[in-house]
């Protein structure tokens, strides 16, 4: 099975990227756009001078619990750059997004709680609301896990969309919201 397959299977449609815009970004921003990929893992992300956004992480289920997530992981915080990712929020029928979340949070990942994510499915066209979870090494700020956030699905999500899917994804404005946490204490009236 190659890695786009045992990506294709382990994650759901409306989180999926097509092969061809995968390739496209593994070939035309190759500097930006990398894949680790060994026997039992498949890592997938972007790295830009500032930060490393992980796009997918699979490891096969039968090496889970033997720290392959863990090392690859440990391997990117080596690089001092803030690491941030995209998760389902915890759905009790589905077992694996609990697992998922209580994962990264032993490896030092915070909820973003002032970003708000909902990102429409070209597929499906399925909204699909989504958690955003970050590691800093330097204690960095909600708002510029937003502005890194925005530029990923600007550089990376939509890139050459209407090409390959036939449709652009939602402008960034409609996706994103950011609310600051002097605006979450204010009751509404």
Do not use: C
């Amino acid at each position: 099975m190659n890695w786009y397959e045992k990506l294709n299977q382990y994650f759901p449609v409306e989180e999926m990227k097509s092969k061809e815009h995968m390739d496209l970004l593994l070939k035309e921003k190759e500097n930006v756009y990398k894949k680790d990929e060994g026997k039992y893992h498949v890592l997938m992300y972007a790295e830009t001078n500032d930060f490393i956004f992980i796009d997918y992480l699979f490891v096969s289920k039968d090496a889970r619990g033997k720290g392959i997530g863990k090392k690859l992981i440990s391997d990117l915080k080596e690089k001092q750059k803030p690491i941030i990712l995209e998760v389902e929020p915890v759905d009790y029928e589905d077992t694996d997004t609990e697992k998922r979340q209580r994962f990264y949070k032993r490896e030092g990942f915070e909820h973003a709680k002032s970003i708000g994510y909902r990102r429409r499915s070209l597929d499906t066209g399925k909204i699909n609301e989504m958690e955003i979870l970050y590691w800093s090494p330097s204690n960095e700020s909600e708002e510029s896990i937003y502005n890194k956030m925005r530029h990923t699905y600007e550089t990376i999500h939509t890139y050459k969309d209407e090409q390959i899917y036939g449709e652009s994804y939602d402008e960034t404005d409609k996706v994103f919201t950011f609310e600051e946490e002097d605006d979450k204490a204010q009751p509404s009236l």
